[in-house]
């Protein structure tokens, strides 16, 4: 009875301990697993090409800046194109979708039900079923191989989604507010700017960060949709470099590190935002 | 000018009907208070009247002019929400500022205006803050100025106080008493289900029940003459005494057989024709007292429980004049009295009301003797 009694006492503190020790050692892995080949890419662009090969994990032998001036000379011009796609569908995505939440919650609109399962219904369908359509419809828009074209498929497959995101958040936002503008005099126009858009700021910078996030790595849409260099993406453009000078892979190490960076510099700018902005529309 | 008709107005959602025919007149510059239980239609009422609600049927005159489509921003009202509705993104400034901005007014103006309206509502040293550096009597000080700003007509609050509390409460009563001295002019529309809040502030009471008018009138005379039973249980805490009797004679004087054997001769007139039929006699707490020695009693019981609130106590008493539930007795807090004890009750027959079958006051000028 005494030393049943004694044992739970004694091994209280010891498998918390373990726990958090486990815990630790499994974020530790995880956390390895994630950085260790973003880590490798950008060494591996500091080294040549046979040391790549020879000596996969080593230190580079020599820190030059060289594959990356030749990496960062060979994006360039993609680098501008996934820049002017990225931010303008980024700007249009995250107006017309916090347009339609706002609608979607603020105002009555018959058989609202069904509106709302229209549009989210867009996250239902699959790019890889419309590429044929869509091909012969931008085609025929006469915008075909453009930056227009990519601007707007990026839009339109991603309004629904972040729709989606802003009008769980707008659920949350209390009625009182809009009423206490409406009897102030404001229009719904600025209801929605003045009032609702700034109170929108935690998911609104989730949904630029989600929607930079997929169009700066977007691949098959800018893949099929444009064929000039001066049109095409960094993701082509990485995936052309490779076949051109699939020999020398420690510019495009070099070259991949470069165009990862601007995402992970607004990934770390945002990331307080970006979490809040998420958790807080997931309550509705 | 900011009268207020309201004739047979109505408002349904779907087939459901919320308020059923509404007819009130609202003078200028009078407080009214509407109360009544939870879901008997004050706040849509008030709802309907800031415009934020669509009118059904029926009319809504502000200043004699229709409103029942004008925008809410047209109505010339100001309303104060129970959230108090602050927009948290903005300074106390900037909420205060919002409508006048929104109006086009000149800059100066606006910032005469927000000054004047913080010096009243002592808000000066907190116009740059937000709302969630403040605390819930300044939100709603802040609530109230972002209305007072406007140079209302018409000052709607809905449930302004039941975010505070008991303290707070108060104070803020007594700061919105204040306000509505210093604006003699403008008409004030207050929804509370607090009677003390009711009371305290208003001209008028409109007492409502299931979307209907139970009654309008001074909160006294609503307290001391309810038209009915609901009005009579609902105005007052405790709330009347409702004890079921007999009318074994009526004319110019009136004979009540109570519920235990005794009978009761009122000085009063009753409607000859409800001879024989069953009454109700209602009798406030604070209008039965303890009988003197040799004195004849109305009523007698036995204490059920005391409740001693220092300057008065609340007896609950079983008696069998009043079999359904115990009668409520307010006496003196000195009073020399114990649970289990027998009492006999005494009461002035003045401050007795009567109701019929169906619980509608009877209507004689003898029972309210002020």
Redesign the interface.
């Known amino acids: 009875m005494t030393m049943t009694m004694a044992l739970p006492s004694r091994s209280r503190p010891f498998w918390p301990a373990m726990l958090r020790g486990m815990l630790w050692a499994f974020l530790f892995a995880m956390g390895v697993l994630v950085l260790y080949p973003l880590l490798w890419m950008a060494l591996g662009g500091f080294k040549s090409n046979s040391q790549i090969f020879s000596d996969p994990f080593a230190l580079p032998a020599s820190w030059s800046l060289e594959n990356y001036l030749a990496g960062w000379r060979a994006t360039r011009g993609y680098m501008l194109s996934s820049l002017l796609v990225t931010l303008v569908s980024t700007l249009t995505t995250v107006m017309i979708s916090a347009w339609t939440a706002f609608g979607l919650t603020r105002t009555a609109i018959p058989g609202k039900p069904l509106v709302v399962g229209f549009i989210l219904g867009g996250m239902m369908l699959s790019p890889t079923v419309a590429l044929v359509p869509l091909v012969r419809m931008l085609q025929d828009l006469g915008i075909y191989d453009s930056h227009a074209a990519l601007i707007l498929l990026y839009t339109a497959f991603r309004v629904p989604f972040t729709t989606f995101l802003i009008r769980a958040y707008m659920l949350d936002l ?1 009625r ?2 809009d ?8 229009s719904p126009g ?1 209801i929605f700017r ?2 609702i858009l ?2 929108c ?1 935690p998911i609104l910078i989730s949904c630029v960060v989600l929607h930079i996030l997929f169009a700066w790595n977007e691949y098959l849409f800018a893949m099929i949709f444009t064929n000039s260099p001066g049109v095409q993406t960094l993701p082509v453009g990485l995936t052309s470099m490779m076949s051109k000078q699939g020999t020398n892979f420690a510019a495009v190490f070099a070259a991949m590190t470069i165009s990862a960076l601007p995402i992970v510099i607004i990934f770390f700018l945002t990331q307080r935002y970006f979490i809040r902005g998420l958790t807080q529309g997931i309550g509705k | 000018m900011a009268d207020l008709t309201l004739r047979d107005l109505r408002k349904t959602y779907g087939n459901v009907p919320v308020l059923h025919g509404i007819d009130l007149d609202i003078a200028e510059g009078e407080f009214i208070a509407f109360v009544g239980p939870s879901g008997c239609g004050k706040s849509t009422l008030l709802r309907c009247i ?3 609600e669509d009118i059904s049927a029926g009319e809504l005159r502000i200043g004699g002019t229709l409103m029942n489509h004008v ?4 109505r010339g ?3 104060v ?3 108090y ?5 903005m300074t106390v400034f900037e909420n205060m500022a ?2 006048m901005r ?2 086009g007014l000149p800059k100066a103006e606006i910032t005469a205006r927000v000054q004047s309206a913080a010096e009243k509502l002592q808000l000066g040293p907190y116009l740059h803050r937000h709302p969630r550096a403040l605390s819930g009597g300044q939100r709603q000080r802040v609530a109230i100025g ?1 209305a007072i700003v ?1 140079d209302p007509g018409v000052f709607l609050f809905d449930e302004p106080l039941s975010n505070l509390d008991a303290a707070l409460r108060a104070a803020t009563r007594v700061e919105i008493a204040r306000l509505k001295k210093s604006m003699p002019g403008t008409t004030m529309i207050y929804v509370t289900h607090d009677q003390v809040e009711a009371m305290t502030l208003a001209d008028r009471i409109v007492v409502l029940r299931g979307g209907r008018i139970e009654q309008v009138g001074r909160p006294i005379d609503l307290y001391r003459r309810p038209a009915n039973l609901f009005v009579a249980g609902f105005i007052g805490s405790p709330a009347m005494n409702i004890l079921p009797a007999r009318l074994e004679a009526a004319g110019q004087g009136t004979t009540l057989r109570m519920e235990d054997g005794g009978q009761l001769h009122l000085a009063r007139p009753a409607p000859a024709g409800l001879a024989g039929r069953p009454v109700h006699l209602g009798i406030r707490p604070e209008d039965l007292r303890l009988a003197r020695p040799g004195e004849a009693a109305l009523l007698s019981g036995r204490i059920l429980l005391v409740e001693q609130l220092g300057e008065v106590q609340i007896l609950h008493v079983e008696s069998p004049a009043a079999p359904a539930s115990p009668l409520i007795v307010k006496v003196p807090g000195t009073a020399d009295v114990i649970e289990g004890g027998q009492v006999l009750l005494c009461a002035e027959p003045a401050a007795m009301r009567l109701f019929d079958e169906a619980g509608v006051a009877f209507a004689d000028e003898a029972t309210l003797q002020e």
């Open positions: 209390p009182d507010l009423e206490a503008a409406m009897m102030d005099g404001a600025q003045k009032v700034p109170l700021q | 800031a415009g934020l925008a809410p921003a047209r009202i100001a309303m929400f129970q959230s509705a602050l927009y948290p993104h919002f409508g929104i109006a972002r406007r």
